[in-house]
């Protein structure tokens, strides 16, 4: 029997002919089957093992084979009343996997449970005006309504009520050490939680999930038409369809649309053997040619939030674009740079007239360049957040800074990795010390400048978590904290520092477009681009100078040789000098990382830092961890100091 799940049903919901693709091995798919990479980014699986607490007693379906789990499911519920972890509840050819079922007489209760926070400071957490699913909480909600429906469906006579287990981030930890009671094993590419006889009641007082009835927006959904863009269909049909369609007895009514942007089911690396359903759907529905794929389409261009209405008006390659669209966004201060919508019709122009050079405001660049003072300072930050906490009175992803990289230019020109910090102890709490050595290492001179604004919201944060705390130095760390930064909508008053850090992420998009970039802003893909554009660039770092004896000082690398060019003369990226922070990982984990890591700042680093708090480690694998993210965050801010040097170089030709 082919099963309509609940991961398939959420699937058919984002596209239905994902359901022709998924169980089709001819076909790429990018969504990593890695669950131990993806237990360390999102603690889902964690936070799992954790509620089965907040429903004791329970007893677990642990086989993945359907009809076994069936056949268990079965046993269990006509014992009377039970709780059940992963019990498979079935009707004709649908089935899912309950993360938790309480059976209590005829009523049935289902608990879908994610490591995902409640909205506490939302009136209307979970919907818009109209009671439909915010787009954040549509995969979430209409999960749990197809739960309920199935379970209705196998059980009509059964009172059926639906919830959401989230976390509560307003809960605090009671005790320290909580999250490594619940260590993440690693078998292969899989994952599975050891967890801790040692968990008592202190522990989940006051308990870190809440648990949330959805049964009005169930029903809302139930009696809505509208589920997916561009058709009126009842539940029923919709449910209907997508077992159709995975049955085989329907044909695909999928339609392209900006999901298409994050399709899982592409070919990014050639591999060779293997389809390459995107584009098999844009072949298809759009009668592309190869020579279509190679031009660029809407879902390249850097912020464009008009992708629904191009699609809508069958454009969908940037050289279509109109430039109507891309203007009014306001005045620009000093009169220098480009808007967001100029940006964007830059990008489209340059695309349009197959124009390769970059656009530079030399005049703009120049006038910022006037107004900082040396040393120059060049930071960047490594963090994290975890769904259980690490300690005492921490609330739920609650920011942890256990990283940083440190370089500086002086007044001469010379370039020193100047300090580095790395806090690899498991049980401790980081971030106070991380600001003591970043105080220790900025002084009280020179122009700081960060990558994003990230850094910002990093000690934005730390500075609020002072404020609980009682360090005998608070005062004084929150005073330095309040110089290099400025308030942001959280905190308790407003500040800006004088030595405030200047973001060379805004000003790229302000000063600065490389078209080798396609539209990103990422570092990662800027500093490829800088060395392709500026001589001084290539000269400098095509020698061996980096960490070399009368060179450029740096902590991790020893005479390191930067600037390599491929057998066509096309520059190498500087990133993938660097050996994997992660081994054994095949393409889709590599996508997986590369998405987690454009949406999570630095999300390689984060599950590096994952591994060696809450894994079981080796003092050699430890030890490799610490040497790999050492490396990746001196690259980091060597980039932010080859963008400078760049520009520098760049605004004087």
Known sequence: MRYL??????????????????????????????????????????????????????????????????????????EGNITIYE?????????????????????????????????????????????????????????????????????????????????????SASKDG?????????????????????????????????????????DAIFSSEEHRPGRTETFVDLVNTMRGIYQRTLLSDSQINTACEHCEYKNPYNLPKLLDGRKECFTN?????????????????????????????????????????????????????????????????????????????????????????YPLHFIDFETTRVAIPFHASMHPYEGIAFQFSHHTIDEKGNVKHANQYLSTKQNFFPSFEFVRQLKKALGTEGTIFCYSQHENSTLNEIHRQLEASKEPDKTELQAFIETITHSNDKAPYEWHGARDMVDQWAMVKRYFYAP???????????????????????????????????????FNF??????????????????????????????????????????NDGGAALIAYGMMQFTELSDIEREALAKGLLKYCELDTLAMVMLHQGWEDLVTI
């Open 285 to 373: 529905q759009l009668h592309w040619s190869e020579k279509d794929f190679e031009e660029p389409t809407i879902f390249d261009l850097w912020n464009f939030r008009g992708k629904d209405k191009s699609i809508a008006a069958g454009i969908f390659k940037l050289k279509d674009l109109d430039e109507d669209d891309f203007s009014g966004d306001g005045d620009l201060k000093n009169g220098h740079g480009i808007t967001p919508k100029q940006r964007q019709y830059l990008q489209i122009e340059k695309v349009k007239n197959q124009d390769n050079t970059p656009y530079i405001d030399r005049q703009g660049l120049l006038k910022e360049m006037q107004s900082w003072q």
């Open 516 to 554: 080798q970039t396609n539209g990103s802003n990422s570092i990662k893909q800027i500093l490829p681009a800088i060395l392709e554009l500026s001589p001084r660039l290539q000269d400098l770092y095509s020698q061996p100078i980096y960490g070399a004896d009368g060179g450029i000082h740096s």
């Open 178 to 218: 909580l999250n490594q009671k619940f260590l993440i094993q690693r078998e292969g590419k899989y994952a599975s939680i050891k967890v801790s006889e040692k968990i008592t009641q202190a522990d989940l007082t006051p308990p870190l999930l809440i648990s949330i009835n959805v049964d009005d927006i169930c």
């Open 558 to 599: 020893k005479d390191h040789i930067w600037l390599q060019r491929d057998t066509e003369g096309k520059i190498f990226d500087p990133y993938k000098h660097l050996p994997p922070l992660i081994e054994n990982l095949d393409p889709a984990d590599i996508e997986f990382l590369k998405n987690f890591e454009e949406l």
């Open 87 to 171: 019990p498979a509840i079935y009707f004709e050819d649908m089935l899912v996997r309950v993360d938790v079922l309480v059976k209590r007489g005829a009523n049935l209760d289902l608990y879908e449970v994610k490591a995902k926070a409640f909205p506490h400071e939302k009136e209307r957490p979970f919907t818009s005006k109209k009671g439909l699913p915010l787009a954040d909480w549509k995969p979430y909600l209409y999960d749990i309504a197809y739960q309920k429906y199935v379970t209705k469906q196998a059980f009509p006579n059964a009172s059926v009520r639906a919830h959401l287990t989230l976390i509560d981030k307003t809960a």
């Open 5 to 78: 799940t609940k991961s398939k049903f959420k699937k058919g919901l984002e596209c239905s002919q994902k359901l022709i693709y998924c169980d089709n091995k001819s076909y790429a798919d990018v969504s990593s089957d890695n669950s131990f990479l993806a237990a360390l980014a999102d603690g889902g699986n964690q936070v799992g093992e954790l509620a089965k607490f907040y429903f004791p007693g329970g007893v677990e379906v642990e086989t993945l084979d359907n009809e076994e789990a069936k056949k268990q499911t079965d046993a269990l519920l006509s």
